[in-house]
C-alpha cells in the first residue's frame, strides 16, 4: 500500500509505504506553536517506509523543555508546509501531517488506532460542542467561490 501526499506549494511530495502505527494527535504547547493552531495530527509510520520526493525538506531541531530530547521538525523550504518530524525519544520513526496525504479517507477510526496525547492543554474550542457555532462550511456566503 502506497499514500502520497504533499506540501501546500506541491514542491515537496511524498510517498508512505505499508500501514501507519497510529495517528498522534497532539494538545502539547509546543505543537499548538509549531502547527499554529490547536493541536497537531501526525500519522506514525517508520522512518525507512517514507520517502521525498522534489524540493528537500528544511529541518530545525529543537530541545523539548518537557523531555530534555531532540525532535527534528521538517518543512517546505518554499511555503513553509509542516512535514512531519523525528524524534531522539523514538529512533527510527518519522511523523507525517494527517492534513497533508492527497487522500486522506484512510486516516480513519475504523482503520487506524487514534491517540491523543498531552490533554491536559487541550484547548476547550477545539472540541465542537453544543456551545460554539458549528456550520459545514464558512459562516460568509459570500467566501464561496459557487453554489456548489
Ligand atoms: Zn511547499
Ligand atoms: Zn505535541
Same mark, same amino acid.
Given at each position: 500500500?502506497?499514500?502520497?501526499?504533499?506540501?501546500?506549494?506541491?514542491?515537496?511530495?511524498?510517498?508512505?509505504?505499508?500501514?501507519?502505527?497510529?495517528?498522534?494527535?497532539?494538545?502539547?504547547?509546543?505543537?499548538?506553536?509549531?502547527?499554529?493552531?490547536?493541536?497537531?495530527?501526525?500519522?506514525?509510520?517508520?522512518?525507512?517506509?517514507?520517502?521525498?520526493?522534489?524540493?528537500?525538506? &528544511?529541518?530545525? +531541531?529543537?530541545?523539548?523543555? *518537557?523531555?530534555?530530547?531532540?525532535? !527534528? $521538525? =521538517?518543512?517546505?523550504?518554499?511555503?513553509?508546509?509542516?512535514?512531519?518530524?523525528?524524534?531522539?525519544?523514538?529512533?527510527?520513526?518519522?511523523?507525517?501531517?494527517?492534513?497533508?496525504?492527497?487522500?486522506?479517507?484512510?486516516?480513519?477510526?475504523?482503520?487506524?488506532?487514534?491517540?491523543?496525547?498531552? &490533554?491536559?492543554? +487541550?484547548?476547550?474550542?477545539? *472540541?465542537?460542542?453544543?456551545?460554539? !457555532? $458549528? =456550520?459545514?462550511?464558512?459562516?460568509?456566503?459570500?467566501?464561496?467561490?459557487?453554489?456548489?
Amino acid at each position: 500500500m502506497e499514500r502520497s501526499g504533499q506540501c501546500v506549494c506541491g514542491s515537496v511530495r511524498y510517498i508512505c509505504v505499508g500501514e501507519p502505527e497510529r495517528v498522534t494527535i497532539c494538545h502539547c504547547l509546543w505543537c499548538q506553536r509549531r502547527t499554529g493552531t490547536a493541536f497537531g495530527a501526525e500519522v506514525v509510520f517508520q522512518e525507512q517506509n517514507v520517502s521525498f520526493s522534489g524540493l528537500a525538506p &528544511a529541518s530545525y +531541531r529543537h530541545t523539548s523543555d *518537557e523531555s530534555g530530547r531532540w525532535l !527534528e $521538525v =521538517y518543512f517546505c523550504p518554499r511555503c513553509g508546509s509542516n512535514l512531519g518530524f523525528t524524534l531522539e525519544a523514538v529512533p527510527g520513526v518519522r511523523t507525517v501531517p494527517a492534513g497533508t496525504f492527497d487522500d486522506a479517507a484512510f486516516l480513519n477510526t475504523k482503520h487506524v488506532k487514534f491517540r491523543h496525547v498531552f &490533554a491536559r492543554t +487541550r484547548r476547550e474550542w477545539s *472540541e465542537l460542542t453544543s456551545e460554539v !457555532e $458549528v =456550520y459545514e462550511r464558512h459562516f460568509r456566503p459570500q467566501w464561496r467561490k459557487s453554489a456548489a
